[in-house]
């Protein structure tokens, strides 16, 4: 099972402004406080294609656990080691072609995937209008859970049954009681639903840092907005020595 999640913005800056925006929307809390979540990021590769002129940039993000605190509580401990207290990675592509005035991005987990993969992809561009004062953002997020898939292997097709007729009749206490209840397809739908609930509250959260961000870039300019990240990491390096 499959689940799809697509919204749609628009924000009121110039398309270079909002690009610049997003390389810059987890550079500090202190610029972007919808980014305390985020404990690193690091640029694996860069570089523009000569022939295209488009920048092609690849990321990774470490940040608080990917997986909603209630899809942790959905699973067994066995599952997810006991505690929610956990740090995931998220793998960044971005494609920028300034000529054309569009950006594409994608955001995908590295850890759980197993138990949910989410991948979020945007679409930035000037709108068709040619409103240079704004940008447009497509954003499309897929969730994927495919433990289902695996407990039905693992249980065999013919074991799956008998244990959903079985709890049907009687409730079962044990772990695998839970799991024969809910069934394979009724975990995936929780955990998607779940998982689909929280994106979009992140979504909007995202949203507003962005916002933020532009607005610091609008008053202060690159400059200013550069020498605000330099005070918020030297205040960081002086708070940890």
Same mark, same amino acid.
């Given at each position: 099972?499959?689940?799809?999640?697509?919204?749609?913005?628009?924000?009121?800056?110039?398309?270079?402004?909002?690009? &610049?925006?997003?390389?810059?929307?987890?550079?500090?809390?202190?610029?972007?406080?919808?980014?305390?979540?985020?404990?690193?990021?690091?640029?694996?590769?860069?570089?523009?294609?000569?022939?295209? $002129?488009?920048?092609?940039?690849?990321?990774?993000?470490?940040?608080?656990?990917? &997986?909603?605190?209630?899809?942790? *509580?959905?699973?067994?401990?066995?599952?997810? #080691? $006991?505690?929610?207290?956990?740090?995931?990675?998220?793998?960044?592509?971005?494609?920028?072609?300034? !000529?054309?005035?569009?950006?594409?991005?994608?955001?995908?987990?590295?850890?759980?995937?197993?138990?949910?993969?989410?991948?979020? !992809?945007?679409?930035?561009?000037?709108? *068709?209008?040619?409103?240079?004062?704004?940008?447009?953002?497509?954003? *499309?997020?897929?969730?994927?859970? =495919?433990?289902?898939? =695996?407990?039905?292997?693992?249980? #065999?097709?013919?074991?799956?049954?008998?244990?959903? @007729? @079985?709890?049907?009749?009687?409730?079962?206490?044990?772990?695998?009681?839970?799991?024969?209840?809910?069934?394979?397809? #009724?975990?995936?739908?929780?955990?998607?639903?779940?998982?689909?609930?929280?994106?979009?509250?992140?979504? $909007?959260?995202? =949203?507003? #840092?962005?916002?933020?961000?532009?607005?610091?870039?609008?008053?202060?300019?690159?400059? $200013?907005?550069?020498?605000?990240?330099?005070?918020?990491?030297? !205040?960081?390096?002086? @708070?940890?020595?």
């Amino acid at each position: 099972m499959v689940l799809t999640h697509t919204t749609n913005h628009t924000y009121n800056h110039p398309f270079p402004t909002v690009t &610049l925006a997003f390389f810059l929307r987890y550079c500090s809390p202190q610029l972007n406080p919808f980014a305390s979540h985020v404990l690193s990021t690091d640029t694996i590769s860069t570089h523009i294609d000569p022939e295209t $002129g488009r920048l092609h940039t690849t990321r990774i993000h470490q940040k608080k656990t990917r &997986l909603p605190p209630a899809v942790m *509580k959905l699973l067994p401990s066995t599952l997810t #080691g $006991g505690t929610t207290d956990k740090s995931s990675y998220i793998l960044e592509t971005s494609v920028v072609d300034m !000529r054309e005035g569009w950006m594409t991005t994608e955001s995908r987990n590295l850890n759980f995937v197993g138990v949910l993969s989410v991948v979020e !992809r945007q679409t930035y561009a000037i709108p *068709k209008t040619k409103t240079l004062d704004n940008t447009e953002v497509e954003t *499309k997020v897929v969730f994927r859970s =495919r433990l289902g898939e =695996r407990i039905r292997d693992r249980l #065999g097709t013919h074991q799956h049954n008998q244990a959903q @007729a @079985a709890a049907a009749i009687a409730p079962v206490q044990q772990e695998g009681g839970w799991f024969a209840r809910l069934g394979a397809r #009724g975990i995936q739908r929780s955990i998607e639903s779940l998982a689909s609930t929280k994106t979009q509250d992140q979504l $909007g959260k995202s =949203r507003e #840092g962005m916002r933020i961000i532009l607005e610091r870039l609008r008053q202060s300019g690159i400059i $200013g907005v550069l020498e605000l990240r330099k005070l918020a990491r030297e !205040r960081a390096m002086e @708070a940890a020595s």
